[in-house]
């Protein structure tokens, strides 16, 4: 795996998501911090067999990247009392409620809550099967959005490095639109030939919604 930026990662949450995850990061290079609910002891298997360490959410908050991975009803508690000022916070959930949802809705309530906190989207658009970067003479796609252009560009490298072919959607707001559980961008898990990049990937229809609409360069 090609190594690139290395940073001091902590992700909370142990699940589907939160391991693979931590794991390629670990593999990448990067020191990584993983905390659940359950306290360290439960991690120590898993954090020997992959390279990382087992810690606490406040041990995980205290890394440059803070990565949140878990289900959504269950952020508040995975982030009381964590002082993330000045903090890159990846967002891996996924608002899955039902009915109408207000616009003020995942990343940006999450940004609301933690406004001097650079908030970037990603890996919420894959299914855990997929968390694979790199595949035969391929790299996975990987959505990411936010509004600070130096997290995004600081993720958009580690990602990069870990074998995925991330591509910035845009703002938080677009992000939001376009990768929240169910939009146009969720569950979408094709891959990018090495040799290739993307000119396009989203359109606007007449009717102002988002439509798939991948382009790669010649």
Not at 63 to 84: C, H, K, P, Q
Request: zero cysteines; hydrophobic letters at 40%.
């Amino acid at each position: 795996m090609k190594r690139g930026l290395q940073m001091n990662i902590g992700v909370i949450g142990a699940g589907a998501m939160g391991k693979p995850i931590a794991a390629q990061f670990a593999a990448a290079g990067h020191d990584v911090i993983l905390a659940n609910s359950r306290g360290p002891e439960s991690l120590q298997d898993f954090a020997k067999s992959t390279g990382l360490t087992a810690g606490t959410r406040f041990d995980a908050a205290k890394a440059d990247i803070i990565v949140l991975a878990v289900r959504w009803e269950n952020r508040a508690a995975a982030l009381s009392d964590l002082d993330l000022t000045g903090k890159i916070l990846i967002d891996v959930t996924n608002q899955m409620e039902k009915g109408d949802l207000p616009e003020n809705r995942g990343s940006l309530l999450l940004q609301s809550h933690f406004p001097d906190t650079k908030i970037v989207k990603a890996f919420n658009t894959l299914y855990a099967r997929y968390l694979d970067g790199n595949t035969t003479g391929a790299r996975r796609f990987l959505a990411f959005a936010g509004d600070d252009d130096d997290a995004k560009s600081t993720v958009k490298a580690i990602f990069s490095a870990m074998g995925y072919y991330p591509y910035d959607i845009g703002t938080l707001a677009l992000g939001n639109e376009t990768m929240e559980f169910g939009a146009v961008l969720s569950a979408q898990h094709f891959t990018v030939p090495n040799d290739k990049t993307l000119t396009q990937v989203l359109v606007k229809a007449n009717d102002g919604s988002w439509e798939l609409q991948v382009k790669e360069s010649e």
